[in-house]
């Protein structure tokens, strides 16, 4: 279990390992860190200059708790997003390694890739975007979808992938 922190980045992102289920995807933390940059790229407007956010990747036993203390939902889900009340800190995502593993399968893409667009699509939480209500989901997917095509990564939203469980991927 590991925590690392870079001072160079648009937004000042710390990585909590919290279990070795991730050693399975060695690259998590810079997967990690690459989706931070690239979606704070594309939204700067949007990014206030000391931004601050916390990632931890965790499994599904600690995403299921969190799902059901914070959202009354019994299961794990594959990310979730608190947002901080204000301050540089955005807030946190917590993303569940069995979870993201299934989909990538289920999915039929690499698990680095679907990590990624987890990443970014709770650090959109972050930034006030949702996807609640059709136009609010359609501004969220176009943006998932140009940062990950500028990562060289398929469109998550394409016939037959799935994508976080609608309003059930944030508290």
Partial sequence: MSERRDEDEAIQTD???????WDGLPDAEDAVRLAVRAAAAHVRARVPADAEISIALAD???VRNLNRD????????????????HGPLLGDVVIAYETLQREAVEEGVAPRDHLV?????????????DHLTEPEAVEMESIETAVLAGLGINDPHAAGRMMPEGPDARP
């Fill in 117 to 129: 667009l987890l990443t970014v699509h709770g650090l959109l939480h972050l930034l006030g975007y």
């Fill in 15 to 21: 990585i909590a390992v919290l279990t070795d289920l």
């Fill in 70 to 85: 914070y959202r009354a939902k019994d299961k794990p889900t594959n990310v979730l997003s608190f947002p901080a009340p």
């Fill in 60 to 62: 599904d036993a600690t």
